[in-house]
């Protein structure tokens, strides 16, 4: 079946440690995306990415850095630099004609900065 | 930055009971999302809403597209438990890019048998 494989489901990381999420997909789209999600708020865009080896920061890209040289993968850094790097992230993915209109999201992963 | 209004924040219903929930705009959207989330998971695609006045049926669950084109708002009728998660609103503006969608805050269901 194909889909949007995101790893690891939780993650606990200690202030100052920088920590990389996966996100695989077997879809065969050209768009990936990441948001964050904090309780009690809407998805926030962090990073996307329309084709390989290009991409652009969304609207709350500071402290996160990605990376996309294979189609298939576009794994996020939290880095030390994020402030407040406890949340849940979530990966997507979109064919380029129909962008962000319908997106096709992981199951996420959630950090907690200890 | 764009910002939605999406309203109640929680609802707590008994089943069998129709449900609504809107989203309100402070610019003009040319695409309306509806997602639910279940806990722990990423959120699914309920409805695609792409012109204003648009009326759109997904089994128990419809939306329509707000003629202002500033508004959605959901309905489900006949709630049954598994309908309980998070429903978010999302949309796109009409200048605004392809790959960027705003997101209300959420409407928590939570359905008692």
């Known amino acids: 079946d194909g889909g949007i494989t995101q790893s690891p489901k939780y993650l606990f990381r200690k202030e100052g440690q920088n920590v990389t999420l996966s996100c695989e997909q077997n879809l065969n789209h050209d768009a990936m995306y990441w948001y964050r999600q904090d309780p009690g708020q809407g998805l926030r865009l962090i990073y996307y990415?329309?084709?390989?080896?290009?991409?652009q920061k969304g609207d709350i890209a500071e402290g996160y850095s990605v990376s996309r040289e294979k189609k298939e993968s576009f794994p996020l850094t939290v880095t030390s630099a994020q402030k407040n790097p406890t949340a849940f992230y979530l990966c997507?993915?979109?064919?380029?004609?129909?962008?962000?209109?319908?997106?096709?999201f992981g199951a996420g992963s959630r950090l907690t900065v200890l | 930055g764009q910002q939605l209004n999406q309203s109640p924040q929680s609802m707590f219903i008994q089943e069998g009971e129709d449900v609504s929930m809107n989203c309100t705009s402070s610019?003009?959207?040319?695409?309306w999302l509806w997602y639910k989330q279940d806990p722990g998971e990423g959120p699914v695609l309920l409805i695609a809403?792409?012109?204003?006045?648009e009326l759109t049926s997904n089994g128990r669950l419809t939306a329509q597209f707000g003629i202002t084109r500033k508004d959605s708002f959901l309905n489900i009728s006949a709630s049954i438990p598994s309908d309980v998660g998070i429903y978010f609103c999302?949309?796109?503006?009409?200048?605004?890019?392809?790959?960027?969608?705003?997101f209300g805050k959420g409407t928590l269901l939570t359905v008692n048998p």
């Open positions: 610019s003009i959207f040319n695409t």
């Open positions: 999302a949309g796109r503006d009409s200048g605004g890019s392809n790959y960027k969608l705003t």
């Open positions: 809403l792409y012109k204003a006045g």
């Open positions: 997507a993915s979109s064919t380029r004609s129909l962008g962000a209109n319908v997106l096709t």
């Open positions: 990415s329309q084709i390989v080896n290009d991409f």
